[in-house]
């Protein structure tokens, strides 16, 4: 029988063999960081949804390797308690610096904890998080806020692009039971642009993903792809799965060496 995997088991692989962390973090230090420092003398980092926290810890060392830039607070919002496990085992030099909330973002922003305290960011940042509707509205509407009462604050979103083989892999699973996809980042140009937000767009190109690096292949992919639960993945008649496997499959042969290309769209708002 064909082994399960789940996309909790597949997130870490895929990091260590794409490019991504790298990628992402070049672009905050050379986009992001001089934007920054020129704005703000002292930085309290709000980051949204870092998962294993590794483009944290990069981003993190550049701060503080920087003579322009000086780190005053930072904090991770993420409503995994295994992420905030994950973070605080394989980081434990940098708990020092952080305040961890295992809690939504929602959840953070009606807390007592955020009520009482007055802390408040000049730097915001969510990579690979706002993959839903509501989730875009509700980050939106507060950088919205933020703009009304006064604030500053330069935030940075990231996402999936459009242009990405991961988005048009999925777009060919759509009957083996995978949702229609609606890229995020023509959510957040219209939704931007509904509330007037003051946003740049950047592309964050060169990054792939070679999906020979990863031994289980093909059954590593579609769970990636799929993104669910390990409940709702094993509900999936292992028929289907290997019918989405041979889609995959003939996607993949017109790929040169297996090499995936994963381009992602930045979204830069400086507000205030």
Known sequence: MTQVLTWEDTLLDYLRTSNEDEQVVNFVSKTILPQLTSRFDKIDWLELGPGP????????????GSAQAHLRSLRLIEPSVAWCDFIRRN??????TIKIFEMSFNDYLYSESRLYDKWQPNFVTCFHVLYEYE????FLLYLKHQEQTGHRLLACIIVESEHSDFFKLRQKLI????????????????????????????????QYFRISDIYEGLQWLLAFLFGCEKEALTKIPEKVRMEANEIIKQFLEKKQNQVLEVPDIAFVFAIG
Do not use: C, W, Y
């Open 53 to 64: 926290g590794t483009k944290t810890q990069l981003i993190l060392e550049d701060i503080m």
């Open 135 to 138: 989730l875009i509205e509700e």
């Open 175 to 206: 009957h083996f039971g995978q949702p229609q996809p609606s890229p995020a980042a023509l959510q957040l140009r219209s939704s931007v642009s509904k509330l007037g937000l003051p946003a740049q767009e950047f592309e964050v190109n060169s």
């Open 91 to 96: 980081t434990p030099e940098i708990l020092n």
